[in-house]
């Protein structure tokens, strides 16, 4: 099982990028796909998830309305879709997988670095 992000990179606020979770070794549509991400000095924080089967979606509430998570399963992968960043979104951002969102996620990826200048 591997997960591989990519997509990071540094972006002025108000820009947009978009994260991608390459999955291999499962099945996507087994699986529930979140997002995480860690800033210097913070703990590790929850950024959404999309459940498995039927795509539904959470986020947090730092991020609804600016964050889309989406599925790809032809592609075995899941976006991040992020729009107007604001500087206090730089952070590493991983995606785990499991069979539930909120699940201690079995699966990670390495993370991928997103930088948001002001």
């Known amino acids: 099982v591997q997960l591989v992000e990519s997509g990071g990179g540094l972006v002025q606020a108000g820009g947009s990028l978009r994260l991608s979770c390459a999955v291999s070794?499962?099945?996507?549509?087994?699986?529930?796909v979140a997002w995480y991400r860690q800033a210097p000095g913070k703990e590790r924080e929850g950024v959404g998830c999309?459940?498995?089967?039927?795509?539904?979606?959470f986020y947090a509430a730092a991020v609804k309305g600016r964050f889309t998570i989406s599925r790809d399963n032809a592609k075995d992968t899941v976006y991040l879709q992020m729009d107007n960043l604001k500087p206090e979104d730089t952070a590493v951002y991983y995606c785990?997988?499991?069979?539930?969102?909120?699940?201690?996620?079995?699966?990670w990826g390495q993370g991928t670095q997103v930088t948001v200048s002001s």
């Open positions: 785990a997988a499991d069979r539930y969102c909120a699940a201690n996620y079995a699966y």
């Open positions: 070794g499962f099945t996507l549509d087994d699986y529930a």
């Open positions: 999309i459940m498995r089967r039927d795509g539904n979606t």
